[in-house]
């Protein structure tokens, strides 16, 4: 008796747009499947750790792919954890995670980057429809009896059917009818190709059929051993001698679904009282959820080479969130608990680590191919001219400064270094290249404070009228524009020894560079327009605290600043729109 149910209507939606748009990628099927197969052994292995029953009588994990070419099949069967009818009619029918739509939204036509989506939104399932005109699913949950094992079958249109299964085996096997035009997929050299490319580094072995030349037959055919196809090697645990730039590159598109190789990698083992490898890696583009609060660090937790949860918030702080990798600790108990993470002195010391590990890294990108600050850039086109030498810090900067400057406000033990990281627009520079130490380098002799002004865009940064005079003094004024940036500025009180100040806040005192002669001439302008600046505070009453003269200006007749600690236009502007 096999029961009919309806895709939830974004998985229909989902199915027709990943079978059309990723046609050209075709591959990634195999990847994706194969890759639910291994979180299905590591969620069992993970379960059984406090239920070793779960393992039945076959502890070995692993993954076979098999064909056959009569029956244009493909399977890819693991022993996993399974899955009850409950489970398959909830898993391969709905999709559970919030960010479908925006994936949906997100597609953009462009294949390669489409077939990058799929990975992030984790709607891998769904892309076995690519070749396959029909799926057939047939599972079992560990621990539950042969009798409450599920067939799944669906031909990728609206709907799918499930049924009751007898099931002696645990797990799952996956069938693909591949299409006509499919039937490239039955050989193995191409499987066992792909599987190379993209699954090596899958942990656990991947098994395929070995195959043998029939001298009778003329032709090769298959036999009925088994034998492993992958490299299954944990790659962080291998000395870094031994692991190419590829090697490197291709485990981060296999832990990450990214498409584009990582910008930059860490890799080491840390001794002394907690011991772990790290492998950390800088992506070169930033994901969709970047801004998401609940986005969670993409990096992976084994105690020893065993998995033992994906996104482990307690190994990174959230201004790091974009960084992918492994953490393997030597220490940590292998039951551990995401609240135990939390509370675990070794799991503190590994945070500490890895985020000195990712500034130092940031720190030597930053420096790669950088001249000595230019001592006196007159204009924009001199510094984007310097860019392609500093290209990589660039690139990441582009794509996470932003988040960065988050780590003003959220670890006060590495804000010195994080500052150092940071880079602006300037009245001198279009760039966003200036470092705070540049800025420094070219202060004017008697300059007190490194000046900066928040905007929305640049446009309306550099025709404020609040940087009139210091435009004819000469004095550079940094030019922010990130929407976090007064809030992470605000963290941020000096630099190296020099106070950072708003030039839309309070007086602008600009000390010894304001000769005495302008100084008077104001001082002088606010005796004469006393009667003025008292009728105008009374008229502003209930919209302006105070009204007063000022030098700051050089062509326009007025200007709006807030006072000294107050919030300024940008952060009130930005707490409205949030509905404070
Ligand atoms: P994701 O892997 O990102 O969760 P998928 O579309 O690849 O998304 O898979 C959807 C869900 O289906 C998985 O989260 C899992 O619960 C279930 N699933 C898929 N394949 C298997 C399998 N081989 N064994 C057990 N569960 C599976
Ligand atoms: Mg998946």
Request: glycine share 2%; aromatic share 6%; charged share 20%.
């Given at each position: 008796m096999s029961t009919h149910h309806a895709f939830q209507t974004e998985v229909a939606q989902l199915l027709h747009l990943v079978t059309h748009s990723l046609y050209s990628n075709k591959d990634i099927f195999l990847r994706e499947l194969i890759s639910n197969a291994s979180d299905a052994c590591d969620r069992l292995r993970f379960e059984a750790l406090d239920h070793a029953a779960l393992f039945e009588d076959a502890p070995a994990l692993e993954v076979r792919v098999g064909f056959d070419a009569e029956a244009k099949t493909l399977t890819i069967s693991d022993n996993g954890i399974g899955m009850s009818e409950a489970e398959a009619i909830e898993h391969l029918g709905t999709?559970?995670?919030?960010?479908t739509k925006a994936f949906m939204s997100r597609l953009s036509g462009d294949q390669q980057k489409d077939a990058q989506l799929i990975g992030q939104f984790g709607v891998g399932f769904y892309s076995g429809f690519i070749v396959a005109d029909r799926i057939t699913v047939e599972s079992r949950r560990a621990g539950?009896?042969?009798?409450?094992g599920v067939r799944w079958v669906s031909e990728g249109t609206g709907e799918f059917e499930t049924e009751a299964l007898t099931r002696a085996e645990r797990g799952t096997c996956i069938t693909l009818h591949l299409r006509d035009d499919a039937s490239e997929y039955l050989t193995r050299w191409k499987l066992k190709g792909i599987i190379a490319k993209y699954s090596d580094h899958i942990s656990l072995p991947i098994l395929m059929r070995k195959e043998e030349w029939d001298a009778d037959k003329g032709e090769s055919v298959l036999r009925d051993e088994w034998e492993q196809v992958n490299a299954a090697s944990a790659l962080w645990t291998r000395p870094k001698k031994d692991l190419s730039e590829q090697q490197y590159s291709d485990f981060y598109q296999a832990i990450s679904h990214d498409y584009e190789a990582p910008l930059a990698w860490s890799h080491n083992r840390v001794e002394g009282t907690t011991e772990y490898t790290q492998l950390l890696y800088i992506p070169a583009k930033a994901p969709h959820d970047l801004w998401n609060r609940d986005k969670k660090p993409g990096v992976k937790l084994y105690v020893r080479r065993v998995f033992i949860m994906d996104?482990?918030?307690?190994?990174?702080?959230s201004y790091l969130r974009w960084v992918k990798g492994v953490i393997d600790s030597?220490?940590?108990?292998?039951?551990?608990s995401r609240e135990l993470l939390q509370e675990s002195r070794d799991v503190k010391a590994i945070r500490e680590g890895n985020t000195r590990r990712v500034l130092a890294l940031l720190e030597d990108l930053a420096q790669q191919g950088v001249e000595p600050a230019a001592a006196d850039a007159t204009d924009a086109t001199a510094d984007a001219e310097a860019a392609p030498s500093n290209d990589k810090y660039r690139r990441f900067y582009a794509e996470f400064g932003a988040v960065l400057k988050e780590g003003l406000g959220e670890d006060f033990g590495n804000r010195e270094r994080i500052a150092r990281l940071l880079r602006f627009a300037s009245t001198q520079s279009?760039?966003?290249?200036?470092?705070l130490a540049d800025y420094k380098a070219r202060m004017k002799a008697g300059q007190k404070a490194i000046y900066y002004l928040t905007a929305d865009n640049l446009d309306a940064a550099k025709s404020s009228p609040q940087l009139e005079l210091f435009r004819k003094k000469g004095i550079e004024v940094l030019l922010m524009t990130d929407r976090v940036d007064e809030w992470a500025l605000?963290?941020?009180?000096?630099?190296d020894g020099t106070a950072l100040q708003s030039v839309a806040k309070g007086a602008v005192d600009l000390g010894q560079l304001q000769d005495e002669a302008e100084k008077q001439a104001t001082e002088a302008a606010a005796e004469q327009y006393k009667p003025l600046l008292e009728r105008l505070k009374t008229v502003l009453a209930d919209k302006a605290s105070d009204v007063r003269m000022t030098a700051r200006l050089v062509d326009s007749p007025a200007c709006l600043v807030v006072g000294e600690g107050e919030l300024s236009n940008q952060l009130t502007r930005m707490l409205k729109a949030a509905g404070q």
């Open positions: 999709i559970a995670k919030s960010g539950l009896p042969p009798e409450q996104e482990v918030e307690a190994l990174l702080p030597a220490d940590l108990p292998l039951n551990v279009d760039a966003v290249a200036v470092s605000s963290f941020l009180h000096d630099f």
